[in-house]
């Protein structure tokens, strides 16, 4: 998909772009009831959950902002957030500062949440 996404923006190849970024969007929803029928998972089938760095960094360089939300959410859920992943290419894929930020800003008022959600269920 990154492969896709920064292919068809760097060529201008519309269709491309248009499909990949359509991909993430299904699962990277701002849509409520499209994200609570994901099953839970952070990523799409076949990525891994640090990949989501990637879908964050893929959402800016494409201008996505409707992706941010929920995938900066998924950040937050990850163990290590500053450490990202290696691509295929061996460069590795991190959040930006401003990013990190934004999810260490995220993680306590999620946390809270998730305790008065699950107090609520109890």
Partial sequence: ??????????????????????????HYTDDLDIWQKRSGKLVPPGFEDAHVVGVVNLAHL????????TAIMACCMLGDIATGFDREDGTRERLSYEDISRCWAARQPLMALGIVVKAKIS
């Fill in 1 to 26: 998909m990154s492969a896709l996404i920064r292919i068809g923006h760097k060529y201008d190849m519309t269709t491309i772009l248009h499909h990949a970024v359509a991909f993430l969007k299904s």
């Fill in 62 to 69: 494409v201008g996505e902002l409707s992706i941010l939300p």
